[in-house]
T-cell receptor, first 115, second 112 residues
Framework: NAGVTQTPKFQVLKTGQSMTLQCAQD?????MYWYRQDPGMGLRLIYY???????DKGEVPNGYNVSRLNKREFSLRLESAAPSQTSVYFC??????????????FGEGSRLTVL | AQSVTQLGSHVSVSEGALVLLRCNYS??????LFWYVQYPNQGLQLLLK??????LVKGINGFEAEFKKSETSFHLTKPSAHMSDAAEYFC??????????FGTGTSLTVIP
């Protein structure tokens, strides 16, 4: 079972360059998420998608765009990378719950450095 | 609004000793609470969760947590630490919408 797959695992960018982080899940989940993880700050939600065709801003959306291409795929785009976007990015999908939220399943992360 | 506070960003215990990682939450609605573990260079994995019912929840690898509404707490415990427990642990609160709120994490070191 692949679960949640993220690519690339590592990336180095120069300030102003653009790139897209790819995420795919094979669990048929409706909801998908993008988080960033920074030391001492835990995980902060960038964007989420409750279902195919919908996206919503999270806590720290500035500088990012997302696309929910289909039920499986949810990509995160940095249009003009900045050093402040150096971070580890995690994609997650959420198992459906009945009356209570299901848990999140995470990818292994994409480590991005912006010089 | 919902939030999570994890007391202690670093905890060290001796192998075989009790592990206690603290989590307090703030929620205006009944909370749904989760503990996740992150091993180095990996994603987060679910340890256990509380949604409704029994307030003492058992998870994987011998961990358990108790939901205490009066204390707004969901502390994680394990009776006897093992070297393989060294990792970062995150407490999270979720709701029936689409939001999960994570604490800032606690790094657990196990001393041989």
């Amino acid at each position: 079972n692949a679960g949640v797959t993220q690519t690339p695992k590592f990336q180095v960018l120069k300030t102003g360059q653009s790139m897209t982080l790819q995420c795919a899940q094979d669990m048929n989940h409706n909801s998908m998420y993008w988080y960033r993880q920074d030391p001492g700050m835990g995980l902060r939600l960038i964007y989420y998608s409750a279902s195919e065709g919908t996206t919503d801003k999270g806590e720290v959306p500035n500088g990012y765009n997302v696309s929910r291409l289909n039920k499986r795929e949810f990509s995160l785009r940095l249009e003009s990378a900045a050093p402040s976007q150096t971070s580890v990015y995690f994609c997650a999908s959420r198992r459906p719950g009945t009356g209570a939220p299901g848990e999140l399943f995470f990818g292994e992360g994409s480590r991005l450095t912006v010089l | 609004a919902q939030s999570v506070t994890q007391l202690g960003s670093h905890v060290s215990v001796s192998e075989g000793a009790l592990v206690l990682l603290r989590c307090n939450y703030s929620s205006s609605v009944p909370p749904y609470l989760f503990w996740y573990v992150q091993y180095p260079n990996q994603g987060l994995q679910l340890l256990l969760k509380y949604t409704t019912g029994a307030t003492l929840v058992k998870g994987i690898n011998g961990f358990e947590a108790e939901f205490k509404k009066s204390e707004t707490s969901f502390h994680l415990t394990k009776p006897s630490a093992h070297m393989s427990d060294a990792a970062e642990y995150f407490c999270a609160v979720g709701n029936t919408g689409n939001q999960f709120y994570f604490g800032t994490g606690t790094s657990l070191t196990v001393i041989p």
